[in-house]
C-alpha cells in the first residue's frame, strides 16, 4: 500500500510538472514568434533613441557672410560660430529626464508582453479545457457506439425491440454533435493561438492545468508584492517622478541662456578675430512653463492615486471570485469522483436490472456533471491566471 501511495505521488508530481513546462515552453515560443511584440520591440528602440536626443546640447551655428563693398574700401568677409549652452542639459537634468522616458518606454513593452502573454495563457487554459473535453466525448461516443452494437445484436436475436435500438441511435448521434461541435471549438482556440504565435504552428496537447499555481494564502500580503511589480502601476509612478524632473528642468529655464562662440571679420586691408558671447534672458516664456510643470506633477499624482485604487479594488475582487471558483471546482470535482457509476449502469444495463430510458437519463446525468465541473475548473484557472497577470 505505501509503494502505491508512493507511485501515485510520482505520477501526479509527474503530469503536473509536464503541464508547467509545457505551459512554460508555449508562452516562450509566443514571446519569441508574436508580430505585435516584435513591433513593440523595435518601437522602445525609437523611443530610446529619441530619449538620447533630448539629452544633447543644441547643433552649434555655423554663419558666413560675404559683403560688398566700394572699389576703393573692398569686400567683407565674416565667419562665426556659435554654440548654445543651457543649464539643463549641463547639470545633468535633461539626461535624468532621459532615463525617466527609458524606463517608461521599457514598463509600456512590460505591459505589452504581459497583456499578450495572458492572453496566450487564457487561450492555452482553453485548450486543457477542450483537450480533457474530447478525451471524455471520445469515450462517452465509444460507449454509445458500442451500446448501439450490442442492440443491434440483440434485435437480430430477438432480445430488444426497435424502439431501444433508436433510443440508443439517437442518443448516440447526440453524443457525435457534441464531438463535432467541441472539435470546432477547439480548432478555434487553436486558430488564435497560431495568430499570436506569428502564424506557426502550435502544439499544446496537457490535459492537465498547471497543478503548482496556487491561490496566494494571504490577500493582502500577496497584494503588496503584487503592487511593487505591476508595470502599470510602476508607469503612472514613474510618470509623477518624469513631471518632478520636467518641472527643475522648467525652472532651471528660467535662468538666462548662455552662447558662446568664435567670430572672424576679414576685410581687405585688416583682419579681427575674437570671441563672442551672448545671453538669452526668457522674459515672457518661463513662467507658463513652469506653471504647466507643476500641473502636469499634480495631474500624474492624482493619476497615481486613482491607479493605486482601482489596482487594489480590482484585484481584491479578483481574489474573492478566484476563492469562491476554487472551493466550486473541488466540490465537484470531489462529487463527481463519487458519482461515476458508467460501467455499473452498462452491466445492469446488459443484465436487464434497469431500461434503456433509465440508462441514458443516468448516463447523460453523469456527463453534465463532468461538463460542468471541468466548467468550474477552466473558470478558476482563468480567474488565477488574472490574478497572475499582476
Given at each position: 500500500m505505501k509503494n502505491s501511495c508512493l507511485l501515485l505521488c510520482t505520477l501526479f508530481l509527474s503530469v503536473a510538472g509536464h503541464a508547467q513546462s509545457s505551459l512554460d515552453t508555449a508562452l516562450k515560443e509566443i514571446e519569441r514568434n508574436n508580430p505585435d511584440l516584435k513591433a513593440a520591440a523595435a518601437g522602445w528602440d525609437e523611443d530610446r533613441l529619441a530619449n538620447r536626443s533630448e539629452a544633447l546640447l543644441a547643433n552649434p551655428e555655423i554663419e558666413?557672410?560675404?559683403?560688398?563693398?566700394?572699389?576703393?574700401?573692398?569686400?567683407?568677409?565674416?565667419?562665426?560660430?556659435?554654440?548654445?549652452?543651457?543649464?539643463?542639459?549641463?547639470?545633468?537634468?535633461?539626461?535624468?529626464?532621459?532615463?525617466?522616458?527609458?524606463?517608461?518606454?521599457?514598463l509600456k513593452y512590460e505591459a505589452r508582453r504581459l497583456e499578450i502573454l495572458q492572453e496566450a495563457r487564457d487561450l492555452?487554459?482553453?485548450?486543457?479545457?477542450?483537450?480533457?473535453?474530447?478525451?471524455?466525448?471520445?469515450?462517452?461516443?465509444?460507449?454509445?457506439?458500442?451500446?448501439?452494437?450490442?442492440?443491434?445484436?440483440?434485435?437480430?436475436?430477438?432480445?430488444?425491440?426497435?424502439?431501444?435500438?433508436?433510443?440508443?441511435?439517437?442518443?448516440?448521434?447526440?453524443v457525435q454533435g457534441q464531438v463535432n461541435r467541441?472539435?470546432?471549438?477547439?480548432?478555434?482556440?487553436?486558430?488564435?493561438?497560431?495568430?499570436?504565435n506569428g502564424g506557426n504552428d502550435f502544439r499544446f496537447d496537457a490535459t492537465t492545468y498547471d497543478l503548482s499555481d496556487n491561490l496566494p494564502a494571504d490577500f493582502e500580503t500577496w497584494f503588496s508584492e503584487a503592487s511593487d511589480k505591476?508595470?502599470?502601476?510602476?508607469?503612472?509612478?514613474?510618470?509623477?517622478?518624469?513631471?518632478?524632473k520636467q518641472l527643475a528642468i522648467d525652472r532651471m529655464s528660467a535662468a538666462p541662456?548662455?552662447?558662446?562662440?568664435?567670430?572672424?571679420?576679414?576685410?581687405?586691408?585688416?583682419?579681427?578675430?575674437?570671441?563672442?558671447?551672448g545671453v538669452s534672458i526668457p522674459l515672457w516664456s518661463s513662467s507658463n512653463r513652469i506653471k504647466r510643470a507643476r500641473a502636469g506633477v499634480a495631474a500624474a499624482t492624482s493619476r497615481q492615486h486613482a491607479a493605486e485604487q482601482a489596482f487594489y479594488l480590482r484585484l481584491k475582487d479578483l481574489y474573492r471570485q478566484a476563492s469562491a471558483l476554487k472551493t466550486n471546482a473541488v466540490q465537484m470535482r470531489a462529487s463527481l469522483a463519487d458519482t461515476d457509476y458508467r460501467d455499473y449502469l452498462l452491466s445492469a444495463l446488459t443484465r436487464g436490472e434497469i431500461s434503456m430510458i433509465d440508462f441514458l437519463v443516468e448516463n447523460d446525468l453523469y456527463y453534465d456533471a463532468l461538463q460542468q465541473t471541468l466548467d468550474a475548473e477552466r473558470d478558476y484557472h482563468h480567474a488565477l491566471a488574472a490574478l497572475k497577470v499582476f
Open positions: 558666413f557672410n560675404y559683403l560688398w563693398g566700394a572699389d576703393d574700401i573692398g569686400g567683407r568677409r565674416d565667419v562665426r560660430i556659435s554654440q548654445t549652452v543651457d543649464l539643463a542639459t549641463l547639470s545633468g537634468l535633461k539626461s535624468e529626464k532621459g532615463v525617466c522616458l527609458d524606463e517608461l518606454a521599457a492555452c487554459i482553453e485548450l486543457v479545457y477542450f483537450n480533457t473535453l474530447m478525451e471524455e466525448l471520445d469515450d462517452h461516443l465509444a460507449r454509445s457506439t458500442s451500446l448501439v452494437e450490442a442492440y443491434e445484436k440483440r434485435m437480430v436475436a430477438g432480445g430488444a425491440t426497435i424502439l431501444d435500438l433508436n433510443k440508443a441511435k439517437l442518443h448516440l448521434a447526440a467541441s472539435a470546432n471549438e477547439r480548432e478555434s482556440v487553436l486558430s488564435r493561438l497560431r495568430t499570436l505591476n508595470p502599470m502601476l510602476a508607469y503612472v509612478r514613474k510618470e509623477v517622478t518624469l513631471g518632478q541662456e548662455l552662447s558662446v562662440g568664435y567670430m572672424s571679420e576679414i576685410r581687405t586691408e585688416e583682419k579681427f578675430r575674437g570671441v563672442t558671447v
